[in-house]
């Protein structure tokens, strides 16, 4: 059984984070930001609860709501994050409900990110690379619109690795160059308008691959915090 490394968050009078630490390097929650004073509505931002001090700004039409924020991805309604250094490995871990995406729908919209393809009457999990092309390396969960949903990715510079609700989905050996070195990172900003429409609960990002125990870790804490299945 792994041990959480678990770290205090001064900031949040005494605020424990129960999700594994090590290697975390942004987490942006919608509830805990929100009850810890750090979801600011008037300035459009979520203050990165794993210390980094990289905070989540958003544009476009959306709500930040008391749980989440609500995004309209058809007005291209977008979170950036500056500064951000992470990868060649890493691990993106999101707690979400999409009402709908257009094709290749971007969690993260730059090269290892997560992204949504629409399918009928939902979508699939699966991974873009590059900020303006097309190309899906793809997972085979099919999601259904208007599911409150764990999705997650690990790259290890050798394979993608996808997980649903805990569950693993697919993975695809795969080769990239580079990381992020201070550069800005940003959530559900894509070409064309290219966005998702719901609800951002949760995200996590790790400069390193999570294992399948640290992995079950967590979703084990968002499983009973969101009633995940």
């Known amino acids: 059984m792994i041990a959480l490394r678990c770290a205090m968050d001064k900031r949040k009078g005494g605020w424990v984070n129960p999700y594994v630490t090590d290697g975390l390097v942004g987490y942006w929650d919608g509830e805990w930001n929100s009850e ?34 609500t995004l309209d991805g058809v007005a291209n309604a977008y979170g950036s994050i500056n500064g951000l250094t992470w990868g060649p490995q890493s691990t993106q871990e999101f707690v979400i409900n999409v ?3 257009q094709n290749y729908g971007r969690l993260i919209a730059e090269q290892k990110g997560l992204c949504l393809t629409q399918t009928e009457g939902g979508y699939y999990v699966g991974h873009c690379y ?44 795969q080769a990239f160059n580079g990381y992020f ?5 940003f959530f559900n900003r894509t070409a064309g308008g290219r966005g998702i429409t719901g609800q951002l609960h949760a995200v996590r990002l790790y400069s390193r691959a999570l294992s399948t125990e ?6 084990s804490v968002d499983k009973a915090r969101f009633n995940l299945p």
């Open 214 to 219: 640290e992995i079950d870790a967590n979703y």
């Open 36 to 69: 810890g004073g750090k979801h600011d509505a008037a300035q459009d931002s979520l203050v990165d609860l794993s210390g980094g001090g990289h905070d989540m700004t958003f544009v476009g039409t959306h709500t930040l709501n008391p749980k989440s924020v």
């Open 130 to 173: 590059g900020f303006n092309t097309d190309s899906m390396i793809g997972g085979l969960t099919k999601v259904q619109f208007g599911s409150l949903v764990s999705v997650v990715l690990t790259y290890d510079r050798s394979y993608i690795r996808y997980y649903v609700n805990g569950q693993f989905a697919n993975s695809k050996m």
């Open 99 to 101: 009402s709908s995406t």
């Open 181 to 185: 070195s201070g550069q800005t990172t």
